[in-house]
């Protein structure tokens, strides 16, 4: 069983910065994937970015250029590095821990990421 918590969201002015972080523990082990998830008001859940065991990152067309993910392997913990924020990127924003080989997933709870002068 895998636990996932993220922290970091907050209010931002737009063309603002925040970095997103997911904190994992127990079978650590069995994550080979990593991802990051939003979902506005009204709207589905969507991929914002994903890393894999072996370091190939994903990326949504709406967030290339201005998103980094990234992890320390070290701290079992995940990044997502957001700048140049826009009112758009407004949502509740959700760490997932995945397992290709067996299909298991864990999400965290969310953090609400809300830009806005």
């Known amino acids: 069983q895998v636990q996932v918590v993220e922290s970091g969201g907050g209010l931002v002015q737009p063309g603002g910065s925040l970095r997103l972080s997911c904190a994992a523990s127990?079978?650590?082990?069995?994550?080979?994937?990593m991802g990051w998830y939003r979902q506005a008001p009204g709207k589905q859940r969507e991929l914002v970015a994903a890393?894999?065991?072996?370091?190939?990152?994903v990326y949504a067309d709406f967030v290339k250029g201005r998103f980094t993910i990234s992890r320390d392997n070290a701290k079992n913990t995940w990044y997502l590095q957001m700048n140049n924020l826009k009112p758009e990127d407004t949502a509740v924003y959700y760490c997932?821990?995945?397992?290709?080989?067996?299909?298991?997933?864990?999400w965290g709870q969310g953090t609400q990421v809300t830009v806005s002068s």
């Open positions: 890393i894999i065991i072996g370091g190939n990152t």
């Open positions: 127990g079978s650590i082990s069995s994550i080979n994937v």
């Open positions: 997932k821990a995945g397992d290709i080989t067996t299909g298991r997933v864990s």
